[in-house]
């Protein structure tokens, strides 16, 4: 692979979060939200990001584009080195870096208007001269299928998927070259997410934009992702073509989240349907050895001794388990 | 959708503002004070408001003209019939006294009676209205400058900035305020002045603690952290996102803040270390009626009303604002 294909490279990043206890306020213990991840993004594809609730995959992407600061590892974006810069020497880079969150009725400033909410980006770096702000804003409500007598509206006069196209535009607005979508469709009404998907689909083609599309059901990335990578606490047990991943699971945890993929005629689901149900521990007492093993079904004795570690088991299809 | 109008947020309080009956009267009686405050030199004074005498035109209250110095107008003009003047509604100074009327009731002279120098005490108190609204104006604005730049500082950088000044607003806290501001009025020269500045480095802390909850709340929120992932910078976050979404609820209590101070000023002169003579407040009025409480009532009465409409008018005031911006607040 062409180095100057891959825009963002992450190497054994993590993000370990402070619990603090007693009258000292002494940091007691650590949640492990993003725990060793080495990941490469290629240019103009998606990659899916799933994962359940506390997994990690949330805190993944805020720290790729450096909305949190990582505790340790090393963030390559577009050639650069952002692990360590100082918000001045990062406010260049974030024009190329953008991020669309999962509740558009909390990410829109409600005291600003359509106009100054989208503009906002195109003000703080001064891509487009004062006069033509409007016009280009305009062109970007369009872009984004909205009406363009909105402009002057506030965010509490619209929809959740009206809300959500206010945000994409925001986040176009300063033409990036990569974006985190951050369960970008799952606070919408079903009707509404397809529509949300094929938006963001069209500007990738149009703008040949860089995703990484989070989710936490493997259904919805299905459709939009090119590559999938399925988070575990904090870890990344498996990646490979979005293909692959659907046609040949191979960690035990893909595929409990291919069998709660709700469809008609399904066979194979019984199997490993009651392995499921437990609960997800908790990020601060990650179980020793694989942290997936209390829940595995084929877990083994070595399992709970010894960390996997994610390896190549196909060719471009990676996994973290001793047993397959 | 087309059809509908945009309404922006403040918009949006003002309607639901109109709706509280009493904040409305309250809000129509403190622009009637404001406009007394401002308008004080044709509501009250011994100079007329036009004088014509022999074909000249004068205007003694806005300029002063020269061959009118040294006269007593009012003493030359008032029953000239040979020149035409328009004296204000009250035909007397906050300061001029007059031995003869000492102490006399309400009358067709005196609408308000006079006090022990003979001074007329309507005039008095619509000089002090500008004295009163000024000071509580002024006091309120420089804790608003404080407690805005000190409560946002620890809110948004929280940890060892947070720590320092949310101790700073704690020793401020315990300091018995109105005894503190008695100290220092004592060490210093008496003067409207002093007075606000006093009353506003004291009263900051109710602002600073109410802005640094509200930065910490909004600093977690998801349009804040947007605006972070555009590559705003900290000033742009807090003036552009932070600030706007916070000033509602510091709003109503710099309105409760105004009538706080205003009730110090009036304690204050009551006790004899406000406003220094012979400048008319409505507190420094009243704490002449102390000697002659037994008989002189209207000067305990009329300096009473009006602090206590002015006051009670800013915290229905405050009140209407509050629950406009917070109607969930109206319905528990």
Known sequence: MNKDNIIVKVENLKKYFPVKKGIFSRTAEYVKAVDDITLEIERTKTLGLVGESGSGKTTLGKTLIRLLNPTDGKIVFDNIDITNLNSRDLRPIRRDMQIIFQNPYGSLNPRMNVESIISEGISVHNTVPKKDRKDYVLDLLGEVGLNKDVINRYPHEFSGGQRQRIAIARSIAIKPKFIVCDEPVSALDVSVQAQIINLLESLQSTYGLTYIFIAHDLRAVKHISDKVAVMYLGKIVEIAESEQIYKKPLHPYTKILISAIPEINKKSKLEIENLSAQEIPSPINVPKGCSFHPRCPIATEICKKEVPVLLDKMSGHKAACHNV | ?332
């Not at chain 2, 406009?35 to 036009?50: M, S, W």
């Not at chain 2, 205003?262 to 420094?284: K, M, Y």
């Open chain 2, 1 to 332: 959708m087309n059809e509908q109008k945009s309404i922006s947020y403040w918009r949006g309080v003002w309607l639901e503002f109109k709706k509280d009956r009493l904040a409305i009267i309250s809000l129509v009686l403190v622009a009637f004070l404001l406009f007394v405050a401002i308008f004080q030199d044709f509501l009250a004074g011994n100079k007329p408001l036009v004088l014509i005498d022999s074909g000249k035109y004068y205007f003694p209250v806005v300029t002063n003209h020269k061959d009118l110095f040294g006269i007593d107008i009012k003493e030359k003009y008032i029953n000239d019939e040979n020149s035409f003047s328009i004296f204000p509604p009250v035909k007397y100074s906050p300061t001029e006294n007059d031995l003869f009327n000492v102490l006399s009731p309400p009358s067709a002279d005196h609408f308000l009676g006079t006090d022990d120098r003979g001074r007329d005490v309507l005039a008095r108190m619509i000089h002090g209205a500008r004295v009163s609204l000024s000071i509580g104006v002024v006091a309120v604005g420089i804790a608003l400058i404080i407690g805005l730049f000190l409560g946002s500082m620890a809110g948004y950088y929280g940890g060892k900035v947070d720590f320092v000044i949310s101790r700073l607003i704690e020793i401020m806290i315990t300091f018995p305020v109105f005894f503190l501001i008695l100290t220092i009025l004592a060490f210093t020269n008496p003067s409207i002045y002093n007075i606000m500045i006093v009353i506003g480095l004291t009263g900051w802390t109710g602002v600073a603690r109410l802005v640094r909850g509200e930065f910490l709340k909004l600093r977690k929120t998801t349009y804040v952290e947007a605006a972070a992932a555009l590559g705003g910078s900290d000033i742009r976050l807090m003036l552009k996102h932070m600030l706007p979404n916070s000033l509602a609820p510091v709003l109503v209590s710099a309105t409760f803040g105004i009538a706080g101070a205003i009730l110090v000023e009036s304690s204050l002169s009551f006790l004899g270390f406000g406003v220094p003579p012979p400048d008319p407040s409505w507190g420094e009025i009243l704490s002449q009626s102390q000697k002659y409480v037994d008989f002189a009532w209207w000067l305990v009465l009329f300096p009473g009303i009006a602090i206590f409409l002015t006051v009670t008018s800013l915290n229905l005031i405050g009140e209407g604002f509050r629950n406009a911006i917070d109607p969930k607040l109206k319905e528990g």
